[in-house]
């Protein structure tokens, strides 16, 4: 009786200029390939690869009974011919984000719509949702905050829209060793101190608190931290 399923890392990807045919068409293959590659397989039991032979995959079909959804960033995607290994497309940072750099290698942007529109999309394979991963890094500013005050909001609006969010997890509950980038990203709700490892909670993980207590994101944080900057 286990309910068995993984997660997805999905990403939201927009051209950059949307009357431009090129952005659309680079914007459209990452996405694909990206997002749907692996999805599809489980939900069709083919995979799309190698292209032309509909490679068959029986034993794949309707094997998961929920969808697990890993999401941090929003990307602006342009066409680049010289940039063929990202697919010919190009991730454009939008203003704000681009400070974020000297903290971390910023890949993204922070816009919560995104979010909204990969749960929205989600909903139409009528099946439970769980937020498996969702954050950001800590940085000089109350942007971690901001961050799950705007994207619990993305989440609601996409509920009320028809997706069937179940449960939904920060990464993480404490900063730890990133698998690529070292122990530079500090994405916990708890600050560590890896040498005596104490930990100290953050003001990310104070509103996280005020949000479970609340059940609900209470009037003072969504005042404060409910608006983009």
Known sequence: NAQVGYAQHWRA??????????????????????????????EDGHSPLPPGLRVQIPEAY??????????????????????????????????DVKRLSHFFEATGNLNPHGFR???ENLAQYEMPIYI??????????????????THLTAMHEAMQAGADVRGYFWWSLLDNFEWSEGFTPRFGLYRTDYEPQT??????????AQIIRANGIPDELMEKYGREK
């Not at 090129?22 to 397989?41: H, I, P, Q």
């Not at 959804?69 to 203003?95: I, K, P, W």
């Not at 498996?132 to 005050?149: A, I």
Request: charged share 25%; net charge negative; no cysteine.
């Open 117 to 119: 529109d990969v749960l």
């Open 13 to 42: 990807f927009e051209p950059l200029h949307e009357n431009s045919v090129l952005d659309r068409a680079a914007t459209a293959f990452r996405s694909r390939l990206m997002n749907d590659l692996f999805y599809r397989t489980i």
């Open 199 to 208: 930990r100290t909670l953050k003001p990310v993980g104070e509103a996280y």
């Open 62 to 95: 309707g094997t998961r009974d929920f969808i697990g959804v890993n999401y941090y960033y929003h990307e602006h995607t342009a066409f680049d011919l010289t940039n063929a290994a990202q697919v010919f497309g190009r991730s454009v940072l939008d203003h």
């Open 132 to 149: 498996t991963e969702n954050g950001l890094y800590e940085t000089d500013r109350d942007d971690q905050t901001r961050y799950l005050v």
